[in-house]
């Protein structure tokens, strides 16, 4: 069987068994916790744990994961992978153990055709009921059932909440050792390709299991692993899923795997794996970055590169091996051919990125090497690893496995506080998580309903406060000057998503008053922040849900306006232009989108022009809920790291712009009123982001500017539009008498040093001179210098100034009779700078220096005289 016709198997076994088929989630997950898509069950997570209802009893998927906690076993192993495809069947509330174990046999005995006697069994330790089914029911002898520990066998979202046993099948590639030392931990014996997960109980903060109202099955089957199993081949890369990838790396590295040695071979596996994982990454939104998902894939590319040069290929080559991925993935995955063009142009811009200094990298890192093998060391220092990452690129990883290659390791705990800068920066692209509210709402999520959202077509509503938590925690009522969040049962507030952040306003009962300043939404519950401005809010009371409503004006005017930018990019820019990121927020929006190059000033003008365009010709909304296939089908745009269900908002402005999207908008173009772009610039590698307001912030941004123009008027007493033509005169004036300035700095420093001539002492048969020139600058300070040991002859002299507040300049000019005492200006300037944080160089006879610390001048113009007095004697 291929590896198509195994996925398509699965898939049309259980959907003649009832079960929807459902595509894969995106790579990019819903679930806040985790980077990426992990597991097969991850789109379903919700469900499991109570926070979103089911829209069907039973499910099957094909869902594409990436996991790289074990990246260093890439291409070492049999099947160790960061992308893979897991095959599950999912019921939800529906049949249990029985069914599922049956079902699994038969597909795996009778369908897959795998002969029984080469099929084991694993249970949890304290499952009898599993054991049974499998012993009585399916036949399989009690000594080919093992019993797990929990380690292995127990399934747990978390300390807490749902959980339950789990059962797996092992494939027995050698039963001709017989059954009398089965050690399913013998991977070279077994694999372990079907996972069911019997998800029973509910597990509580004491460690206490209950059994949970709905039991629900979870089950995960490898394709890679199948395909190794039908296809008998020695391992997941030699299947059909991979190896055309394999064969494409190694033709242009003229290679023939098959006659290859083992180190070409892991270097070809991993390059097969990555590219099919970047390629899937790219196609889901993910653009390269030093920061989260984005760090992962260019680790990824990175590693590819690196084991391409390993191989011989010169160049870049990636995305003609991409290519063969492309080829592979297209027909289950077709975003994957849909976004060729920008998977490619990702994969080269990353590709020529890291060449431009991977060559020189590689020559820093094999001296680092040389010099700890020369010091008998065992560690790479964390200093020597962090100029490898921020000055060539190297992630720390690729270093770790280089060293560990030559039997090295490195100092992470250095390499870490090298980066701690960088971090301090970087913060802004993080996210924060309240994982205690998380985890409060998940105990909850089994006792309170779901929030219904009213806020397309109201204002306001009556509703029910279904949970209050402070500080993270469940509490039954909350009292003036307490920050809560709240779950209502229903309620008008849009909760921040797709870009746009959360309405504000008030919930008011008899004698309570809440403020909430914002609404975040966890599953299918919206979570309202917010004070208690008066009285006791108490869990369970009747409150008036009332949005503000001038708040939702803006956002609805900024998040339409966001909608008109994109289609207006597509039109005159690039149409393969797609949304990379987004915020709506109430007093502006902010579009980051895919594109190679910035904007010309004209193109940025012609933007502007066409969404205001858009906005005077009235254009009226048509919003539509249908089937997302026949969304797609219309030509609506959806957005990448948005999460959507079979039924799917659209919102339509005829002619204009078509997308899938939740946020609250204008019902007619003409209510935005204008639009004006504030800055376009580049946040990342192939990433732009156009800054804007629209509606009312469009007066207060003009508002600004004017009360600028007018004061700016006034002082110069000129009108508005001669305003330019009076700085630029101003500028000229101002470099003019900057140069004249410049002229009179430099004859006074030349008087001063002429008064130092008195002050010459000799040392031996040479002249010195150091000394202090204050407020001269460091040009001035070299050309007094010169002049100076042009009328001493032979000697050398030492000057130092402050030319401006937190800065040094010192400088140095030595004659030859100086120079041949082994005394080079460069180098003994340079020296002295350090004492004043600074540094510096130039020729033997003159050179300059600068430092930051000037109360340290007089110490370091001390240490040179010291110094130059000990060496002329």
């Known amino acids: 069987m291929t590896g198509a016709q195994i996925r398509q198997t699965f898939l049309d076994f259980y959907a003649a068994r009832g079960h929807a088929i459902k595509a894969s989630a995106s790579l990019v997950p819903e679930d806040p916790t985790v980077l990426l898509t992990i597991a097969g069950m991850l789109p379903f997570k919700p469900i499991f744990l109570g926070q979103r209802a089911a829209d069907v009893d039973r499910a099957t998927t094909s869902q594409k994961c990436i996991r790289t906690n074990d990246i260093e076993n890439v291409g070492r192993t049999a099947r160790h992978h960061t992308f893979f495809e897991m095959l599950g069947n999912f019921s939800f509330g529906d049949y249990f153990k029985e069914q599922a174990i049956a079902w699994a046999w038969e597909l795996s005995t009778e369908v897959f055709k795998l002969p029984a006697e080469r099929l084991v069994v694993s249970v949890f330790r304290e499952d009898d009921d599993a054991f049974a089914i499998w012993r009585d029911q399916v036949g399989i002898p009690a000594h080919r059932i093992k019993r797990m520990d929990e380690a292995d066998n127990f399934w747990a979202s978390g300390p807490t909440g749902p959980c339950g046993p789990c059962s797996e099948i092992y494939y027995d590639f050698h039963p001709e050792l017989g059954d009398d030392h089965i050690d399913l931990e013998d991977d070279s014996r077994f694999i372990e390709f079907y996972n069911l997960v019997f998800m029973q109980y509910n597990r509580d903060a004491e460690g206490n299991l209950t059994p949970l109202q709905n039991q629900n099955i979870d089950t995960g089957l490898g394709l890679e692993r199948m395909a190794q199993i039908l296809q008998q081949v020695p391992n997941n890369y030699e299947t059909d899923l991979i190896f055309p990838i394999i064969?494409?790396?190694?033709?242009?590295?003229?290679?023939?795997?098959?006659?290859?040695?083992?180190?070409?071979?892991?270097?070809?596996?991993?390059?097969?794996?990555?590219?099919?994982?970047?390629?899937?990454?790219?196609?889901?939104?993910?653009?390269?970055?030093?920061?989260?998902?984005?760090?992962?894939?260019?680790?990824?590319?990175?590693?590819?590169?690196?084991?391409?040069?390993?191989?011989?290929?010169?160049?870049?080559?990636?995305?003609?091996?991409?290519?063969?991925?492309?080829?592979?993935?297209?027909?289950?995955?077709?975003?994957?051919?849909?976004?060729?063009?920008?998977?490619?142009?990702?994969?080269?811009?990353e590709e020529a990125r890291f060449l431009e200094t991977l060559e020189?990298?590689?020559?820093?890192?094999?001296?680092?090497?040389?010099?700890?093998?020369?010091?008998?060391?065992?560690?790479?220092?964390?200093?020597?690893?962090?100029?490898?990452?921020?000055?060539?690129?190297?992630?720390?990883?690729?270093?770790?496995?280089i060293a560990e290659e030559q039997g090295l390791t490195v100092d992470g705990a250095g390499f870490e506080a090298a980066m701690e800068e960088q971090r301090q920066r970087s913060k802004d692209a993080h996210e924060t998580i309240d994982l205690t509210v998380q985890g409060s709402l998940d105990a909850l999520a089994e006792h309170i309903h779901s929030t219904t959202f009213l806020g397309y077509t109201e204002a306001s509503s009556t509703s029910r406060v279904e949970a209050i938590l402070v500080q993270g925690s469940a509490v039954d009522q909350a009292e003036a000057g307490q920050d809560v969040q709240i779950v209502l049962d229903q309620?008008?507030?849009?909760?921040?998503?797709?870009?746009?952040?959360?309405?504000?306003?008030?919930?008011?009962?008899?004698?309570?008053?809440?403020?909430?300043?914002?609404?975040?939404?966890?599953?299918?519950?919206?979570?309202?922040?917010?004070?208690?401005?008066?009285?006791?809010?108490?869990?369970?009371?009747?409150?008036?849900?009332?949005?503000?409503?001038?708040?939702?004006?803006?956002?609805?005017?900024?998040?339409?306006?966001?909608?008109?930018?994109?289609?207006?990019?597509?039109?005159?820019?690039?149409?393969?232009?797609?949304?990379?990121?987004?915020?709506?927020?109430?007093?502006?929006?902010?579009?980051?989108?895919?594109?190679?190059?910035?904007?010309?000033?004209?193109?940025?003008?012609?933007?502007?022009?066409?969404?205001?365009?858009?906005?005077?010709?009235?254009?009226?909304?048509?919003?539509?809920?249908?089937?997302?296939?026949?969304?797609?089908?219309?030509?609506?745009?959806?957005?990448?790291?948005?999460?959507?269900?079979?039924?799917?908002?659209?919102?339509?402005?005829?002619?204009?712009?078509?997308?899938?999207?939740?946020?609250?908008?204008?019902?007619?173009?003409?209510?935005?009123?204008?639009?004006?772009?504030?800055?376009?610039?580049?946040?990342?590698?192939?990433?732009?982001?156009?800054?804007?307001?629209?509606?009312?912030?469009?007066?207060?941004?003009?508002?600004?500017?004017?009360?600028?123009?007018?004061?700016?008027?006034?002082?110069?007493?000129?009108?508005?539009?001669?305003?330019?033509?009076?700085?630029?005169?101003?500028?000229?004036?101002?470099?003019?008498?900057?140069?004249?300035?410049?002229?009179?700095?430099?004859?006074?420093?030349?008087?001063?040093?002429?008064?130092?001539?008195?002050?010459?002492?000799?040392?031996?048969?040479?002249?010195?001179?150091?000394?202090?020139?204050?407020?001269?600058?460091?040009?001035?300070?070299?050309?007094?210098?010169?002049?100076?040991?042009?009328?001493?002859?032979?000697?050398?002299?030492?000057?130092?100034?402050?030319?401006?507040?937190?800065?040094?300049?010192?400088?140095?000019?030595?004659?030859?009779?100086?120079?041949?005492?082994?005394?080079?200006?460069?180098?003994?300037?340079?020296?002295?700078?350090?004492?004043?944080?600074?540094?510096?160089?130039?020729?033997p006879n003159l050179a300059q220096a600068g430092g930051r610390d000037p109360g340290k001048l007089a110490e370091a113009l001390n240490t040179a005289k010291a110094q130059l007095v000990e060496s002329l004697q």
């Open 491 to 843: 309620t008008p507030f849009y909760a921040e998503s797709g870009g746009q952040i959360g309405d504000r306003g008030y919930l008011s009962g008899e004698s309570v008053v809440v403020r909430v300043v914002d609404v975040k939404k966890d599953s299918d519950f919206f979570v309202h922040v917010g004070r208690v401005e008066r009285g006791t809010l108490k869990s369970g009371d009747a409150v008036t849900a009332q949005i503000d409503r001038a708040c939702r004006r803006r956002a609805q005017a900024n998040h339409t306006a966001t909608h008109l930018l994109q289609a207006a990019l597509k039109k005159l820019v690039d149409s393969d232009i797609s949304q990379a990121g987004s915020l709506v927020a109430f007093d502006r929006l902010r579009f980051d989108f895919n594109c190679p190059r910035a904007l010309t000033a004209d193109e940025i003008q012609q933007v502007e022009e066409q969404v205001n365009t858009w906005i005077d010709e009235g254009h009226a909304a048509d919003v539509a809920v249908m089937p997302i296939d026949e969304a797609k089908a219309k030509g609506a745009t959806a957005m990448f790291g948005e999460k959507y269900g079979a039924e799917v908002r659209v919102i339509d402005f005829p002619g204009v712009s078509m997308e899938l999207c939740g946020g609250t908008h204008v019902s007619n173009t003409a209510e935005i009123g204008l639009f004006k772009v504030i800055s376009e610039t580049g946040v990342a590698s192939g990433i732009r982001r156009i800054e804007a307001v629209a509606g009312p912030a469009v007066l207060e941004y003009l508002n600004v500017r004017d009360a600028v123009v007018r004061d700016l008027s006034d002082r110069f007493k000129a009108k508005p539009e001669e305003l330019p033509d009076r700085i630029t005169t101003l500028q000229t004036d101002l470099k003019a008498a900057q140069k004249e300035l410049d002229v009179l700095k430099s004859e006074l420093a030349v008087l001063k040093s002429d008064q130092l001539i008195a002050t010459a002492e000799t040392v031996g048969n040479l002249k010195l001179i150091v000394a202090e020139l204050e407020g001269v600058s460091a040009e001035a300070l070299k050309t007094a210098a010169e002049r100076l040991l042009q009328k001493l002859g032979a000697g050398a002299v030492v000057l130092g100034s402050i030319p401006e507040a937190e800065k040094v300049s010192l400088v140095a000019a030595f004659s030859p009779e100086v120079i041949d005492k082994k005394l080079q200006a460069g180098k003994f300037i340079g020296g002295i700078a350090k004492i004043t944080g600074g540094g510096g160089g130039g020729r």
């Open 360 to 401: 020189r990298g590689e020559k820093l890192l094999a001296e680092i090497l040389k010099r700890e093998a020369a010091s008998k060391a065992k560690q790479i220092s964390g200093l020597d690893a962090f100029v490898l990452y921020d000055t060539y690129g190297f992630p720390l990883e690729l270093t770790q496995e």
């Open 247 to 349: 064969e494409t790396a190694a033709k242009l590295a003229n290679l023939d795997y098959a006659q290859a040695d083992d180190k070409t071979k892991v270097s070809l596996k991993v390059i097969g794996d990555h590219v099919r994982a970047v390629v899937h990454m790219i196609a889901d939104g993910i653009t390269a970055s030093n920061v989260g998902r984005g760090y992962v894939l260019r680790r990824l590319i990175r590693r590819v590169v690196r084991h391409g040069r390993l191989i011989g290929i010169e160049g870049a080559f990636i995305s003609t091996v991409a290519e063969s991925a492309i080829q592979l993935a297209e027909e289950p995955f077709p975003n994957t051919r849909e976004r060729e063009a920008t998977i490619k142009a990702e994969l080269n811009r």
